[in-house]
């Protein structure tokens, strides 16, 4: 028993658990399938693992630039509370329940690719560290549930194999609108924030232009590469952060967040972070498109012979290239709505017990840019806007919620950022407070309820090709025909 948890908790930490190693394998599967040749079947699946590995780095970075920041900022606004973190929650997490993730997980992922065969869902959920997170709640909430070990595994495994195809599939029709058709789906647990942002674009961006609209002046023309937007509009926020946080703490404090001795350096020191921000996003964009120019065409051999009409979900920078400022004005959006969320706490004295949830710049950065981006798919610049501040609301009530599920299990101290963390935690924690066999009712009723309305949901909806932006499209269409003059009008009559 010993050598098989030994295996399984390898195959999980080793490959499962890495993007790369899985992208690339799902893709040297796809081009065996299309019966490539071994030297594309090998190249081909190190081009896409090495795209996940660049994107790590542009990620990484992006991080790294994020956490002085998020320090900047509390030292300004004197905030105390939680700062969501996935990392940390499952880093305490394992090591209650490290085993049963490590199972979870694999037989969640069967289970996910046997929905994927045999429903109409044909989404293969390939963000890893997604799939583990989730695994390692699903496995935290359940441990408190009377069931054999086996027990806990099959009625895991049957929530993370459905979780992992039915956001895909619930999220598709805003994707679709987002990439413009591409056979590319988003794998990640903060759909709820995109499906919440492209339906507030819908109804408040029927007139607002795209963000990549954006028309500046002639001096200002070079702002419309977006790496240099992007790095000139995050040196402005570090440096208005890094003077709120001097003015406030004095030099001793402010200086010990950034390493500096002096008032120059610590300004600077800044600059510099603004700038590998700038730097990491850039890198981001570049291993989503070499990730996409592999991985898209390889999975038509697995539509073909695996699982028919599959397609991959991937994680949520894949939808940066498509509008990049909106990333931009997303994340400053969603930030800004976790700022308002908080206040909403404090004013109110954190009603019903709940935890202070500050704004963590990470989660912010990735599921509130994402946000910006579907927000201005179906209402441009407003619908990013308003998108993004949504999303930021969002991870702000639905973490301090699940906490309240969490802390009983000893993980108070932190908790999971993204929404479907929260609305999924909630559900499977209530319910397992009701004791094993209601417990286990309720679990099965979630599942069954949540694959009968996606499946629903695809055949009527996604596969009926409804698209979230019409109604805009037709405004702006109208707006432009009128623009043209009646000179214009007979040729439109004639087509």
């Known amino acids: 028993m010993d050598a098989i948890v030994g295996i399984a908790t390898f195959i999980v930490n080793n490959v499962l658990n890495q993007p790369a190693y899985l992208v690339g394998i799902i893709t040297a599967i796809g081009l065996l399938a299309l019966r490539r040749s071994v030297g594309q079947i090998i190249g081909g699946g190190l081009k896409a693992a090495m795209g996940f590995l660049i994107l790590g780095v542009g990620a990484t970075t992006v991080v790294g630039a994020l956490e002085p920041l998020g320090k900047l900022i509390l030292g300004a606004t004197g905030a105390r509370g939680v700062v969501p973190t996935n990392e940390a929650v499952v880093a305490l997490a394992q090591e209650q329940f490290g085993a049963q993730v490590a199972w979870v997980m694999i037989a969640g992922f069967v289970v996910s690719i046997l929905l994927a065969r045999f429903t109409p869902l044909k989404y293969v959920f390939l963000t890893g560290h997604h799939t583990f997170f989730m695994a390692t709640l699903i496995t935290a909430l359940l441990a408190t549930a009377k069931l054999s070990t086996f027990g806990m595994i099959a009625v895991g ?216 981006v579907f927000g201005n798919a179906t209402g441009g610049r407003r619908g990013a806007v308003v998108g993004g501040f949504i999303n930021g609301v969002i991870i702000t009530f639905l973490p301090a919620l699940l906490l309240k599920v969490l802390g009983s299990l000893g993980l108070a101290n932190t908790t999971f950022g993204d929404a479907d963390f929260g609305w999924f935690g909630l559900s499977v ?67």
């Open 429 to 495: 924690g209530y319910a397992v407070k009701l004791g094993s066999t209601s417990g286990l009712l309720v679990l099965a009723l979630i599942v069954c309820a949540l694959l009968g309305g996606a499946i629903a949901f695809q055949r009527f909806v996604v596969n009926r090709g409804w698209d979230p932006g019409a109604t805009r499209e037709s405004h702006l269409a109208e707006v432009a025909g009128k623009g043209k003059g009646p000179a214009a009008q007979p040729a439109a009559a004639e087509s």
């Open 157 to 372: 495994a049957a929530l993370l194999g459905t979780i992992m195809v039915v956001m895909p599939a619930l999220v598709h029709p805003w994707t679709r609108r987002v990439t413009g058709g591409e056979d590319v789906a988003i794998g990640h647990f903060g759909s709820i924030g995109y499906i919440a942002a492209g339906t507030a674009g819908r109804l408040v961006g029927k007139r607002s232009k795209s963000t990549e609209d954006m028309k500046f002046p002639e001096g200002l023309k070079f702002l419309r590469d977006s790496m240099i937007a992007t790095a000139l509009s995050m040196v402005l926020i570090y440096t208005v952060a890094a003077l709120a946080m001097l003015g406030r703490v004095g030099r001793t404090k402010a200086f010990a967040v950034m390493d500096a001795t002096t008032v120059g350096e610590y300004i600077m020191a800044g600059i510099m972070q603004a700038l590998l921000f700038g730097v990491g996003v850039a890198v981001i964009l570049f291993g989503v498109r070499t990730i996409l120019g592999e991985l898209v065409p390889a999975f038509n051999g697995i539509a073909a012979k695996v699982v028919p009409g599959a397609l991959p979900a991937l994680d949520c920078p894949v939808t940066f290239p498509y509008a990049p400022n909106a990333v931009l004005i997303g994340f400053i959006s969603s930030f800004t709505g976790g700022l308002a969320s908080l206040g909403v706490l404090m004013t109110f004295n954190a009603p019903m017990g709940l935890a202070l949830i500050l704004p963590g710049m990470v989660p912010h950065f990735f599921t509130g840019g994402t946000a910006g």
